[in-house]
């Protein structure tokens, strides 16, 4: 169901996004709010309970006013942006009228407008809804592409055209966007730390001739999972503890595994966990009640393996 704009035009219109929200939520928000305006005379606001540290430097760079969300946000309409539940966000929102723009697709935010694709990025579904972005949108949509893709590292073929595309309509170059990819650097040498970690922790199973490997780290779970992919595995598990909550960030190898085999895989972990699941295609993320790493192990050699 598309959504007829027009009919918010004196409404309370939320652009919202999730907690710790990076650079991918806030450029694509951003973008979408320039489209509203100068579409339809849609004036909102870009609401976050954080940012990280990029995220952080690139509204500086902007000079750009993000409104703090509190604990509880009242919208007439909120417009959600790369955010896969309500739980991600941090706060409690209230609004009428839900409208939700991501690329998880395992996305389980209740609503009748959702503009959901499967791509490496929300910007990316930002940039085919809004169709003819002008060089603002194009400018802060680039930003979130290469952030999500780690500057391009993990872009496909389609990506590499839509960068293309919005470098010529910002009028800008790569260089201009060097420090997303230095601060994916930065992360990646920092992650490493935690490999030794990950490996003295880890356990490998075989599933239907796949090597899975499980481990638990204390920060950088996402990055760790990718690396144990470049190390030759089908699939990583990798567990956190944060907050009094259990983390999961697996990755999947593509060429080792079928959609149906990764959502089958991941319906049986988030049922014997008792986890909460969403992602995209290769990449999914779960939270749930602490668990101590012997048991988690136990239950899924149990299930699973």
């Not at 992919?229 to 593509?254: H, P, V």
Request: proline share 1%; glycine share 2%.
């Amino acid at each position: 169901m598309d959504v007829n704009w027009k009919k918010f035009k004196k409404k309370n219109v939320c652009l919202v996004i999730h907690q710790h929200a990076d650079l991918d939520a806030l450029g694509s928000a951003m973008a979408l709010q320039s489209y509203l305006m100068r579409t339809y005379n849609i004036s909102s606001k870009i609401y976050a309970k954080s940012l990280n540290s990029l995220s952080k430097k690139y509204v500086t760079m902007h000079d750009f006013k993000l409104e703090k969300a509190r604990d509880k946000l009242n919208c007439d309409v909120a417009v959600i942006i790369d955010t896969a539940s309500l739980n991600q966000l941090g706060f409690e929102l209230s609004s009428k009228t839900m409208v939700v723009f991501d690329h998880h697709i395992n996305n389980e935010i209740l609503s009748p407008y959702k503009y959901i694709k499967p791509y490496s990025s929300t910007a990316r579904v930002i940039y085919e809804y809004i169709k003819e972005v002008n060089a603002y949108e194009a400018q802060h949509l680039l930003a979130g592409l290469l952030y999500d893709t780690s500057f391009l590292r993990y872009a496909d073929i389609e990506d590499l055209d839509v960068v293309k595309q919005l470098l010529l309509i910002s009028k800008t170059t790569l260089n201009d966007y060097w420090f997303i990819r230095e601060q994916a650097i930065a992360i990646e040498k920092e992650a490493k730390k935690f490999m030794v970690q990950a490996i003295e922790n880890s356990f490998v199973f075989s599933w239907f001739d796949k090597k899975i490997i499980v481990s638990k780290v204390g920060s950088y779970e996402s990055k760790v999972a990718s690396m144990f992919l470049q190390l030759g595995f089908d699939a990583s598990l990798i567990f956190s503890l944060k907050k009094k909550e259990s983390r999961l960030s697996c990755r999947f190898n593509d060429k080792s595994f079928e959609e149906k085999d990764i959502r089958e895989l991941i319906r049986k972990i988030s049922e014997v966990l008792n986890m909460r699941c969403g992602g995209h295609k290769y990449v999914i993320y779960c939270k749930g009640e602490p668990l101590e790493m012997d048991k988690i192990f136990n239950i899924l050699k149990k299930a699973l393996f």
